[in-house]
């Protein structure tokens, strides 16, 4: 980026590619004084940072570009230039990186600095991805077409300003106005790794200005910036008229700035003038013929006027200035409305087809005021037919009468003037406003300001409205320019001579006075001499407005013309940039801009043909492009991604087994000469193939993770030579957080017989246990008659594993298929990790996650009373509680669950909806569930809790459920539930916060067969079908709808819903109120349990149905989430989930309906209120989902910094001395680095703790978390204790120092340390470095006795460092602490061991304090404060090993051996999709000759992201706090399964071959492996989700 005023430096971008295929982004800003290197993860396609100088904060790009290629230049493969970062999105197999390669400082410098670029050229770089996730063909059609998104010339931005407010902006360049940026969706990768001013805001429109003058010199400046609205984004025909964000299409606000340039020091004068254009603000469209005729223009049928108050509400806002003015001037009075002046230049003559708009238009006006919702702002409308006047007047005369209907509004409305300052020193002599920030370094002083908007529009809010526009800007330009001291008079042009060379044109002075300058400020004051008095304002100003009352002929006699035409040629471009945007067209019309010039009339023929030929330009691109071109603009934004792009994830996993992840026990291989098994881990050796020894019985990784995280996907890369028997045939996989705590995540995962290079995702869900395995489920098919293997409605067997953020070793085991030598490929996993460095910094993401615990903690029951549909709403659920059932039972009962008999226990399938985003406790966060009472329970009250406060006894939520069971099925169960009472019943175990294998203990405790409640077997299998596909529609309707909301809210503040919730479905005895009801059409209420809401306790609220105009109660209501579903009434005989025409449903064009009316259950078509119910059950399984999530973030933070650490984190924004604690971290390290900092560093195995003490991962932390007084000690009876420490990476190590506890050292608690270092696990092979004896130490250090005094933070703390003689380089680092007392089995009385240090100890009765708020002690133990590593990491190695390739060569002819069974591809006869599509059925040739198995290519199922409706009405893209999507925590299984007449597959496996076994069938659900046996017939694919499918089925025999 150029420095167009001469700056230090300009921005760098430089995107380099290594011959590995790794991708860097070094950027360098021009306001910054360092460079950062940011790494694109070529798996996930994840921004990573982490802030550390030296690893990617560099001084300068060269030393930056020198550590990314290790000082080799030709290991870099290219290097792309670029000049501004315009956003990033990992989509599927690629990442895109937009960047803008050419600028154009289009403003090259605003008054206070800042130069306004406007993007000349730009270039997506496509990142390759080794991205397993699939995608649809219409998705990757879809990303090809966003990166075809025409940018160049028409977006801008400012690296160092706010520029999306008017100028000039009282906010910061990183808080801009939402409405007006364009890219927000592509910059949160930037934004969610800390960098985000690292990304400019990109404003879509124009902005250029022009200098104007005489005799050479520079007068003045004239800017025009025009911001195109995001709320409402579209084509011509796509986008018309209001939309559910109070906005309409084509918005644009504009703003013609002026001002005087002045040297250095000197004040800079200006003032702007803003207005609007946009289309008219109420309902309607238009739609598009066949024929060359007009489209034909229709207004909605329905509530056209919703919407139009908060449009303008949104105008008032922003334009209010009525009480900025006040004490500025003696003579300006105060403002008490503000105007907003509507010009409508549409033909309104007899027969013209824009004639209904313009009857709404004055009747939408006439709506709002009789609404009175908008008490202070003035709307007034001028019908101006632009067109007629012009055909009946000619031009000049209808520019006349616009000058005389504007100038009264445009007196009224005003401009907005001011002095830039240099200085802050002067602000005392300011009369104004003043605005200050640290985007520039003088101060803004406004002496007044606009107060209200004109608004121009025509049809499209195009030519019209760009030449109208014109001639109103036209005036307030020369009225700007008078008051800045620079007249367009022209016969004043030649008879006064500029002042400094920057002065303007002024009017005479009278006798006697005198003009100066002033010397410091450069502005110019008048001197009186008859007075002898001096004054700043012209004695004989010019009249001010004064050519508003001129003829045509007079304005272009009495004006300057050139600085005219220079506006004008802006107004030309600014018009083509919006046309352009808005009809892919330039605009038409425009030679009435040139009026002024002389020679005008020659081009009025050229224009004719022009003009016509544009129109049937525009005609084609609307009706052939305009639908493309919407999509692009839509997937820009960020807006309907779950239709253009369900596959993205809110953000991409994190690939935590590289590149700091590393083998704790090396790989054996068959050749002596490998690595370890190092490159199993690196993505760079996908080609790999590892063969291991033979005979081989099991082959063991365990894989040191780079950070800690949830693991969510195990990645196996299939390596093999011809033979693919070769590679391991199943899989066991464990995680824990340490060596110590490794439990069984999926035993026995069958891997399938692959291509060479096939992707395999394992879906990993976290341990579950063994016990709730065989009761959830086992009682569903106690009956023949429940078979159906497809939950198609939700999952009500789900299965819930443990979730642990602090996850940091996963063990694989592989067992061969066949005798020989196993071979391997690449390993890698893929988790979610929190932002700890956030966290101790108290920054982004990580401020928002302790600001939650921090309430979280503090709140003695988290589970308060919450919403009536979302018992969520106020909690989190506690992991503990929730995993209570997974504590008991062992290992060995889930593998003899997993082996042997019961193998029906899982032929059910498993059917999971994906989740949007569930809150965490917060009021606001689900205020989208509105008017809620429901009672909700703590779970450790539930499960521990059995008496009341009172002391009577307590029911448990098992209890509570039996109930509400009870009281439907009736006292002796003699009743059948029906689907909606299985459905409510459902709902009641969510509320009660219940598992499903709590629900089904419960069940199988009074002998009920949980089969029997399974709503999944309720209803007949067509209609099922037809019910999800309207639960789906209604998901995406609502996730739109929620979209619509979030941004309808920017401008406006929080909008309130009526008080109808989005499903209101009635708990378990809950029916109609009665009294003034006329519906009654919940008249039947089931007797309730305690548990549960009477029918008298529900609100007595009446509602007026908009359909059938009857009143109804609250029980009676359908839910709001009816009104977004097309055809919702019952006279609707079928459900199509299309819109009709004049609705305002229409999710392709970003135009859902807010959700305002009600709709009674009697009207509502009985499909839609099943519909509200399964979608309401998928929320709140979705909602406990996510509370689990949560309560792990939250259990997790607790185990790393202790409560101490919430208690005394400072508020946000007040962040901890960064400087100081840097000082002290470097004085303390001796200029070496600090190698074993959590999250990178952590311990291998556990170690005893206090209960009392700080946690034991808080010696690891960052010197500046967690409270000063808290420090971790061991256990009084533990005399020894050993700190096994893994590196964040290979690093040579110089020494251990050890910080003292705040309680300090006694002669009894000086322990003796001992330390080892290793690159491996085992002890027999890592190397003592050392032995100290701290009590000897201390005799030369007093400070280290005793109780810590007062410190301050630039002060080192106490510490003790244990220095190596030369540095080691190793990966673990082994540390023993040993108390020094006689007698204790844990002593062990080494070679040199000092018996001196067995003496009394003379500090033995005195007292410590407790470390974490525990008793007072003197009992002595082992305690630290912190354990810090010093040294320096070894830097990473470039290129591969000749010895790698001699090991290929070495058993290339292994590899190259032939298989047993051949393979050809078996031509498909005949296939169809049957059940729903779920099933498609393949028949082979009669001739085929026997299989022995199948492969399936390019075969993928997707879960989209959205299956139901979004349970808060905050955007899961900006909030999440984990970003661990509902798809994580309950995965896509898909199952495989051959038997005699069919193949169920649901999965995301690509290139699969499956060895038929002797009829073998097999499924795999990501816990579990089963086999029965079957003969073959036929090949069917039978799945419960979307897929996509290329080619056939390839059989070997």
Request: charged content about 20%.
């Amino acid at each position: 980026m150029e420095s167009p005023v001469g700056g230090s430096r300009s921005t760098s971008v430089v995107v380099v590619t290594l011959d590995t295929g790794e991708v860097y982004i070094v950027v360098t800003l021009s306001t910054g004084n360092d460079t950062q290197v940011i790494y694109v993860d070529p798996m996930t396609g994840l921004l990573h940072y982490r802030g550390k100088f030296g690893f990617d904060i560099f001084r300068s790009e060269n030393e930056a570009l020198d550590y990314v290629t290790c000082g080799s230049p030709w290991q870099c493969k290219s290097k792309i230039h670029a000049s501004a970062i315009l956003g990033y999105a990992a989509l599927g197999s690629y990442g895109l990186l937009l960047v803008a390669t050419k600028l154009a400082a289009s403003i090259p410098y605003l008054p206070g600095g800042g130069c306004v670029f406007t993007v000349a050229e730009s270039e997506w770089i496509k990142i390759p991805l080794q991205n397993p996730q699939p995608q649809g063909k219409e998705e990757v059609k879809n990303v090809q077409e966003l990166t075809e998104l025409d940018i160049d010339g028409k977006h801008y931005f400012c690296e160092t300003r706010d520029i999306t407010r008017p100028f000039p902006s009282r906010m910061t360049l990183l808080s801009p106005d939402d409405e007006f940026v364009w890219n927000g969706w592509l910059s949160m990768p930037f934004k969610n790794i800390g960098l985000m001013q690292y990304c400019v805001f990109l404003l879509q429109g124009f902005a250029e200005s022009r200098s104007f003058g005489s005799r050479g010199q520079v007068e003045g400046i004239v800017a025009l910036t025009a911001r195109r609205s995001r709320l409402h984004p579209g084509t011509r025909y796509l986008a018309r008229g209001l939309n559910s964000c109070f906005s309409t299409g084509n918005e644009v606000e504009c703003e013609q700035l002026v001002w005087v340039p002045k040297r250095a020091g000197q004040s800079v004068p200006f003032n702007t003038y803003i207005w609007r254009r946009g289309t008219i603000p109420i309902w309607w469209g238009a739609e598009l013929k066949i024929t060359a005729a007009e489209a034909e223009i229709y207004v909605s049928d329905r509530e056209p006027y919703k919407g139009s108050s908060q449009y303008y509400e949104r105008l008032s806002k922003r334009y209010d200035a009525r009480n900025l003015d006040v004490g500025v001037g003696e003579n300006q009075k105060k403002k008490v409305f503000v105007p907003i002046v509507c010009v409508n230049l549409l033909r309104n003559g007899e027969g013209k087809s824009e004639c209904i708009l313009v009857h709404h238009f004055e009747e939408s006006l006439n709506h709002i005021k009789s609404t009175r919702k908008l008490p202070y702002s003035r709307i007034h409308l001028i019908n101006y037919d632009w067109h007629a006047r012009i055909k009946l007047q000619g031009e000049q005369q209808t520019i006349e009468e616009l000058w005389k209907l504007l100038k009264a509004p445009t007196l009224a409305i005003g401009i907005s003037e001011g002095d830039y300052l240099p200085s802050r020193q002067r602000l005392k002599d300011c009369r104004g406003e003043i605005l200050y920030n640290d985007d520039f370094e003088g101060a803004f002083c406004l002496r007044s300001h606009q107060n209200g908007v004109l608004r121009f529009n025509c049809a499209d809010s195009l030519d019209r409205t760009n030449a109208a526009s014109y001639f109103g800007a036209l005036q307030v330009f020369v009225e700007q320019c008078r008051r800045l001291g620079i007249s367009l008079d022209s016969d004043l042009a030649y008879d006064y001579q500029s002042i400094n060379n920057y002065g303007g044109y002024t009017a005479p002075l009278p006798p006697g006075w005198e003009k100066r300058s002033d010397a410091v400020t450069g502005k110019t004051y008048y001197i009186d001499h008859n007075t002898r008095t001096t004054t700043w304002n012209h004695p004989c100003p010019d009249k001010p407005w004064k050519r508003f009352d001129m003829t045509f002929d007079e304005f272009k006699r009495s004006t300057i013309l050139s600085p005219v035409s220079q506006l004008a040629e802006l107004f030309v471009l600014a018009g083509d940039i919006h046309a352009t945007l808005y009809t892919g067209s330039k605009a038409m019309h425009s030679q009435i801009l040139s009026i002024f010039n002389e020679e005008t009339g020659k081009f009025k023929q050229f224009s004719a043909a022009q003009n016509m030929k544009i129109t049937l330009q525009r005609r084609y691109k609307n009706a052939l492009v305009d639908s493309s071109r919407q999509k692009q603009l839509e997937m820009f934004l960020g807006i309907r991604l779950f239709k253009h792009l369900p596959s993205v994830p809110v953000q991409p996993l994190h690939v935590l087994s590289r590149p700091s992840g590393f083998f704790l026990k090396p790989v054996s291989n068959m050749f002596p000469t490998s690595n370890g098994g190092a490159s199993l881990l690196s993505f760079k050796k996908k080609d790999l193939i590892w063969v291991c020894p033979q005979a081989a019985d099991v082959v063991e990784l365990f894989i040191y993770l780079g950070e800690p995280c949830h693991v969510c996907q195990l990645l196996l890369t299939v390596s093999h030579g011809a033979d693919d028997s070769t590679y391991p045939a199943t899989v066991d996989v464990r995680t824990g957080r340490n060596l110590d705590g490794l439990k069984l995540v999926v035993e026995g995962a069958f891997i399938p017989q692959c291509g060479n290079g096939t992707n395999l995702l394992i879906p990993l869900s976290g341990p579950i246990s063994a016990e709730d395995m065989a009761i959830t489920g086992a009682g569903a098919r106690l009956h023949d008659q429940f078979t159906s293997p497809l939950s198609l409605l939700y999952d009500f067997e789900e299965l819930e594993g443990e979730l642990d953020f602090l996850t940091r070793v996963v063990a694989l085991t592989f067992y061969p298929a066949a005798s020989g030598s196993p071979t391997l490929g690449e390993v890698e996993i893929l988790g979610v990790s929190l932002p700890w460095n956030g966290v101790f910094a108290n920054e982004g993401h990580g401020a928002k996650l302790t600001e939650l615990a921090k309430k979280f903690h503090k709140e003695t029951n988290p589970f308060l009373s919450g919403s009536k549909t979302d018992p969520f709403s106020d909690s989190s659920l506690s992991d503990e509680a929730l995993s209570t059932s997974a504590k008991k039972g062992s290992a060995n009962d889930w593998v003899d669950l997993l082996t042997g008999a019961g193998g029906d226990v899982f032929s059910e399938s498993v059917s999971q909806p994906v989740t949007e985003n569930a809150a965490y406790k917060g009021g606001d966060l689900l205020d989208f569930l509105d008017q809620a009472v429901v009672d909700y329970h703590d779970p450790e009250a539930d499960h521990k809790s059995s008496t009341s406060q009172d002391g009577r006894p307590q029911e448990s939520g098992s209890q509570k459920y039996i109930n509400c069971l009870k009281s439907l099925l009736g006292p002796h169960m003699e009743r059948k539930l029906d689907f909606l009472e299985a459905m409510k019943l459902e709902i009641e175990r969510l509320q009660l916060n219940l598992s499903a294998a709590e629900r089904d203990r419960a069940l199988l405790s009074i002998g009920t067969d949980p089969a029997t409640v399974n709503p999944n077997f309720l209803l007949d299998e067509s209609y099922m079908g037809r019910l999800c596909r309207v639960a789906s529609t209604l998901a995406l309707l609502g996730q739109a709808e929620l979209e619509d909301k979030i941004n309808g809210a920017i401008g406006l503040g929080k909008i309130e819903d009526n008080f109808i919730d989005f499903w209101n479905v009635n708990r378990i005895g809950e029916s109609c109120s009665g009294g003034m009801c006329e519906v009654r059409a919940e008249t039947k209420a089931t007797l309730s349990s305690s548990s549960m809401v009477s029918s008298t306790e529900g609100s007595k609220s009446v509602f007026l149905c908009s359909q059938c105009q009857k009143k109804a109660c609250r029980a009676c209501c359908a839910g709001r989430g009816a009104l977004i579903l097309p055809n919702y009434t019952r006279e609707a005989t079928n459900y199509n989930g299309l819109s009709s025409h004049g609705s305002q449903v229409d999710l392709s064009t970003n135009r859902s309906v807010r959700l305002e009316s009600v709709i009674c259950k009697q009207c509502c078509y009985e499909m839609i209120l099943d519909a509200l119910v399964l979608d309401y059950v998928r929320v709140l399984i979705s909602s406990r989902r996510r509370a689990r999530a949560d309560s792990a973030v939250f259990k997790a933070l607790n185990e790393v910094t202790g409560s101490s650490f919430l208690d005394d984190l400072p508020d946000r924004g007040q962040s901890f001395s960064n400087q100081q604690i840097v000082k002290v971290l470097k004085q303390l390290l001796s200029g070496e680095e600090s190698l074993a900092e959590f999250p990178f560093a952590s311990f291998l195995h556990s170690v005893e703790t206090a209960s009392d003490s700080a946690p034991l991962l808080s010696l690891l932390t960052p010197l500046d978390s967690g409270s000063r007084h808290s420090y971790w000690k061991a256990p009084p009876n533990i005399t020894s204790a050993e700190f096994v420490i893994v590196l964040g990476t290979l690093s040579d190590v110089s020494g251990v120092i050890l910080l003292v506890s705040p309680c300090g050292y006694s002669e009894a608690d000086a322990p003796m340390v001992q330390i080892w270092v290793s690159n491996k696990i085992d002890r027999e092979e890592r190397s003592c470095v050392g032995k100290w004896d701290v009590q000897s130490l201390m005799s030369t250090s007093p400070e280290l006795y005793g109780p810590e005094k007062s410190v301050r933070e630039d002060k080192l703390p106490r510490h003790i460092k244990f220095t190596f003689k030369n540095s080691v380089r190793c990966r673990i680092v082994w540390i023993t602490l040993r108390l020094q007392r006689p007698g204790s089995s844990s002593v062990n009385f080494d070679k040199g061991f000092n018996f001196l240090s067995l003496d009394e100890n003379p500090f033995a009765q005195e007292t410590r304090r407790a470390s974490f708020g525990g008793a007072i002690g003197s009992d002595p133990c082992l305690h630290a404060k912190r354990i810090v590593i010093a040294g320096s990491p070894v830097r990473k190695e470039m290129g591969f090993t000749p010895s790698e390739s001699t090991d290929q060569r070495n058993y290339m002819n292994w590899l190259d051996r032939a298989p047993q069974l051949n393979r050809f591809k078996v031509p498909i006869e005949v296939e169809r999709l049957m059940d729903n599509d779920l099933v498609l059925e393949q028949y082979l040739p009669p001739s085929s000759p026997l299989l022995a198995g199948f492969r399936l290519d390019a075969f993928s199922a997707i879960k989209p992201r959205i299956t139901h409706s979004p349970s808060s009405d905050v955007d899961i893209w900006d909030t999440s706090i984990t970003f661990l999507e509902d798809r994580y925590i309950s995965p896509a299984i898909l199952y495989i399964q051959v038997s005699a007449l069919q193949v169920y597959v649901r999965s995301a496996f690509m290139v699969l071959l499956f060895n038929f076994d002797q009829g073998n069938l097999w499924w795999w659900n990501g816990n579990s492996i089963r086999r029965q046996h079957n003969k073959i017939k036929q090949l069917v694919l039978k799945h419960n989700f979307r897929f996509e499918r290329d080619g056939g089925c390839e059989m070997k025999y």
